[in-house]
């Protein structure tokens, strides 16, 4: 089956209903791996982060890291799950290179977290419960290089190579019940659900799930079926997909790729498959085992996971408030509409801007800078807008410049731009530069008399009642003043200097 004969999306709607579940798993930010004390930071040399157990080495022992049990319950909780008061690891048994004991420690049948779910909100505003079925632990495998092949896959490639430092990093796996009754939203929910677990995450503080860097990554599991039908069609499981808008895309791709397989009596195999980011389609990975494949087993070497009641109760006491709260609470208190909110979001200017408004601006000024100046700067750079070189505190400092009259919008733009280029801070970047707005009255009216000296025809047009022509002459002494003067104060001496009724 190839791109070009895709059903619509639109036809295939029309006939199939999409039933979605999302694997989301989590690489959690704890200093060291879950079942041993080797580092997890990143950017090390290959395998210079591993002992016995990370290798699986004989006689090697595991001992499970107590933060990463704390930050599954975490995580438990803000999904409204319930907590086990008793559930074990588990080997999932299975040969790859990447993951040297042959096994994986996971859990199986007994899940830290369970039953649970997560409010998300589209982008008109639509709430959309998402039923939770489980979150696990369980730990990262090593990364393979394959070298040699033109695709980087394995296919092709004349040897590979591994790296032991991620095997052993806590992961976290989040799996929603059956998504039904999305219909054509199906996609946009996908996309919004992990958007508000990524942001969920972020709060609670247990990662920084930042999925370009693979801390964050998402299966999309995609089956169609007839309008009306109660059971379920064959799923494909689209894996690794690294980004919100690939989350959409792949979702959206599957069901017109199962539309078309199903509407010319085809039959979709229960396979794995890639996403592919240039073109928004999928391939073909390898059918898929099932889990009774894996041959699990209870882990005999870590003892059992049992959080008391008590501890389960004060990490909900702990927990902050949740995004979508703290959202809504945000918007209403900054007075924007739900639209402005997503692109506030969108841009990740969250935060800065509430640390912004905690430094003293007000809300609109904050607000201005980020998503205006600043977002473009940030685009036109192509970095995240966290990522500029300018505090809060310093946009505030200019916020609060502009509000005392010491500098107009064009001025703050420059001293933006001064401390982006590393001159110091706002009130460094003015005096260094020499910005300020020239409010002084007296050097105004020079320069505004100047004006009216050098440019009589205009100056005449003015007086005879063409107001209009006043611009030309604001626009001489603001190159006068190099842009310094306040353009509506010049304006008007210019008109009284010439007795014209504004
Ligand atoms: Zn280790």
């Known amino acids: 089956m190839t791109v070009t004969e895709l059903v619509s999306y639109e036809e295939a709607l029309a006939t199939f209903e999409p039933v979605m579940g999302l694997e989301v798993h989590v690489e959690l930010g704890t200093k060291t791996k879950m079942f041993c004390g080797c580092s997890t930071e990143l950017g090390a040399e290959p395998n210079s982060q591993t002992c016995p157990t990370c290798l699986g080495m004989p006689g090697s022992l595991p001992v499970v890291n107590a933060v990463g049990v704390e930050s599954a319950v975490k995580i438990g909780l803000a999904l409204n799950c319930e907590i086990a008061e008793w559930c074990r690891f588990a080997r999932k048994n299975y040969f790859y290179p990447d993951m040297p004991k042959n096994f994986q420690t996971s859990q199986y049948d007994e899940p830290i977290a369970f039953n649970g779910y997560l409010d998300v909100q589209l982008e008109d505003g639509e709430v959309f419960r998402v039923e ?90 995609l089956s169609l079926m007839p309008k009306g039908a109660q059971k379920f069609g064959t799923r494909s499981e689209t894996k690794n997909v690294n980004s919100l808008r690939s989350v959409e895309r792949a979702a959206r791709f599957e069901i017109q790729r199962h539309a078309a397989v199903l509407s010319s009596g085809g039959t979709i195999l229960q396979e794995t498959r890639h996403f592919h980011e240039e073109d928004g389609s999928t391939t073909s990975g390898r059918i898929k085992e099932e889990a009774e494949d894996y041959r699990y087993f209870p882990e005999p070497d870590l003892v ?20 979508r709260v703290r959202r809504n609470r945000l918007r209403e208190e900054w007075g924007v509409s739900e639209h402005d909110m997503q692109s506030i979001l969108n841009a990740g200017a969250v935060d800065l801007i509430v640390a912004t408004i905690e430094a003293g601006a007000d809300a609109a000024s904050a607000r201005k800078w980020w998503m205006g100046e600043l977002s473009r700067r940030a685009n036109e750079a192509g970095t995240d807008l966290a990522a500029m070189e300018i505090t809060p505190e310093q946009v505030a400092r200019v916020c609060a410049l502009v509000a005392e009259g010491f500098l107009n919008d064009k001025l703050a733009r420059q001293v933006i731009e001064g ?24 050097a105004l009216g020079t320069a505004v008399d100047e004006a009216i000296a050098a440019n009589a025809g205009i100056a005449d047009k003015i007086r005879s009642g063409k107001v209009a022509a006043a611009g030309a002459l604001v626009g001489a002494v603001m190159k006068a003043t190099r842009g310094q003067a306040d353009a509506a104060r010049v304006r008007e001496l210019i008109l009284e200097r010439l007795g014209v009724e504004g």
């Open 419 to 442: 401390v982006l280029a590393g001159e110091g801070a706002p009130d460094e970047v003015v005096e260094k530069r020499g910005l300020k707005v020239v409010s002084d009255e007296g």
């Open 304 to 323: 059992p996971v049992a959080p008391s009641r008590e501890w389960v109760e004060e990490l909900r006491a702990g927990l902050p408030e949740l995004p």
């Open 132 to 221: 939770i079925e489980r979150a696990h632990m369980e730990e990262d495998t090593g990364k393979s290089t394959h070298v040699g092949g033109a695709t980087g896959r394995i296919h092709g490639a004349s040897h590979s190579l591994l790296d032991y430092n991620r095997a052993g990093i806590p992961l976290i796996e989040i799996v929603t019940k059956p998504i039904t009754g999305a219909g054509e939203r199906a996609p946009e929910v996908a996309k919004a659900y992990v958007a508000e677990l990524r942001e969920l995450i972020k709060a609670l503080g247990v990662s920084e799930a930042r999925m370009e860097m693979g801390q964050m990554r998402c299966d999309v599991n």
